[in-house]
């Protein structure tokens, strides 16, 4: 047996309900741990993580959401070593200090250039997300760290909460272990099947689920094999990797008890493009066959072209192509947000943009190195873009956005995502592979 996985749980007993249904211009003009810790000694030190009103969170679960602000994550080192005299190293605490701990994964794989693998004890698979900038109250990410190295990927300064430099992203990846007996605890204690609106399940907001290590480790597979023991669960889940389809009669199971919404990243169609912006992931006519047989399959599926890349990817009819190729396969919605680039981020992706893409290094410097988003003016702009090539294909709203609007007490969320024109929609943070 893998020595990521466990024996699963039992299938639990727990309260059931009805399930849910399923349901341009390139720029225009604007302004040393300790050896005498063990893994699971330090695993057992992270604070709770959610007991009610007033507790305080682990760190492992901020580091599954966006920071409350842009540069929030690279704050976190000067933070740490407030008040130390000058060369000092902060002791390594949390996740930090765990993941310094953890062991290396045995791998079968013998290439030179694959990435190093560590076992990672945790104590919970199901975190509590509670940034106002996502429109879901929990996340889960079977994995720290992605193999697929994509160039403009946000979520790089997860790794900085375990004292890693962003561009380790991709090159130490950490296995969560134990992770189906945790997430059926989790569900069980957590999650609450009465909420006044329905709680929403998001895999894969810091890592994609189906990464390379996923046929190895199976982290992916165990979480869902939990899922699928529950009923009345809101869960989507985001790839770029046609991977997925190993799942499929997995992924059925869970969506005869459960909501579940499965959206496939493809950010263009010109395969040596996608192989520059992200190196190790599937092309993209492997991710769009991937659609159209998880369709066929009867589940339901879409697309997501985020991030636009201004310059790149959102050349004249390119956004367009996109969005008709996804109809073509089956998907039943499309969505796109302009890129998002955090400081650690950009400290990878700014580089990379000098020796690529010359000609708009000028413009990424003076749009993103004081500021993580794009000039409004210019996400208005692809925001209004992307809703008329919505409309104009028929494409539907996310299942479990139909399910918010219809349960959540105000009308708040909805107007922020179902809004194509709007501002809101056009930075998707937690679109990651």
């Not at 709680?199 to 899922?227: F, K, M, S, W």
């Not at 190790?280 to 589940?299: F, I, T």
């Not at 985020?306 to 190729?325: F, M, S």
Request: proline share 9%; hydrophobic share 35%.
């Amino acid at each position: 047996m893998s020595p990521v996985l466990t024996n699963p749980a039992p299938d639990p007993s727990v309260r059931r309900r009805h399930a849910l249904p399923t349901p341009a211009r390139l720029f225009p003009d604007s302004p040393a741990h300790s050896d005498a810790h063990s893994p699971k000694t330090m695993a057992a030190e992270l604070a709770p993580l959610f007991d009610g009103p007033g507790r305080q969170r682990s760190e492992a679960s901020l580091a599954d959401c966006p920071p409350p602000d842009a540069g929030a994550a690279e704050k976190r080192p000067a933070d740490a070593a407030a008040g130390m005299s000058p060369g000092a190293k902060a002791p390594l605490v949390g996740i930090a200090r765990l993941a310094a701990a953890s062991p290396p994964a045995d791998t079968r794989r013998k290439s030179e250039d694959r990435p190093e693998y560590f076992v990672l004890p945790v104590k919970s698979i199901l975190n509590r997300c509670d940034s106002r900038r996502v429109p879901f109250e929990w996340t889960i990410n079977p994995y720290r760290g992605c193999e697929f190295g994509c160039k403009y990927c946000y979520a790089r300064y997860t790794h900085e909460y375990m004292e890693l430099d962003g561009s380790d992203f991709e090159r130490k990846i950490f296995v969560k272990k134990d992770a189906g007996v945790l997430l059926a605890h989790d569900v069980s204690h957590k999650y609450d099947f009465d909420a006044p609106k329905t709680e929403h399940i998001a895999i894969g907001t810091a890592t994609d689920p189906y990464q390379p290590a996923e046929r190895e480790y199976g982290v992916t597979r165990a979480c869902l094999e939990e899922l699928a023991k529950r009923e009345g669960l809101s869960i989507s889940i985001t790839t770029k990797s046609n991977q997925i389809v190993r799942d499929i009669e997995l992924l059925k199971r869970i969506s005869e008890k459960s909501s579940l919404s499965l959206n496939i990243t493809v950010t263009t169609l010109r395969t040596r493009l996608a192989r520059l912006l992200e190196p190790r992931a599937p092309r993209p006519d492997l991710r769009l066959a991937a659609v159209k047989e998880l369709r066929d399959a009867g589940l339901a599926v879409g697309v997501s072209a985020a991030p636009l890349l201004p310059g790149i990817t959102d050349r004249a009819g390119e956004v367009e192509e996109v969005a008709a190729a996804a109809k073509e396969a089956g998907a039943q919605w499309f969505w796109a947000g302009v890129l998002f680039l955090m400081p650690s981020s950009a400290k990878q992706f700014l580089p990379f943009i000098r020796e690529k893409f010359p000609r708009l290094a000028k413009q990424y410097e003076q749009w993103y190195t004081r500021n993580g988003y794009a000039p409004e003016q210019y996400r208005r702009t692809m925001s209004e873009r992307v809703g008329r090539v919505k409309r104009e294909l028929g494409f539907t709203d996310r299942p479990w956005e139909e399910i918010r609007r219809k349960t959540a007490p105000c009308a708040q969320m909805s107007l922020a995502l179902a809004g194509s024109s709007s501002p809101a929609e056009t930075t998707t943070l937690w679109a990651v592979g």
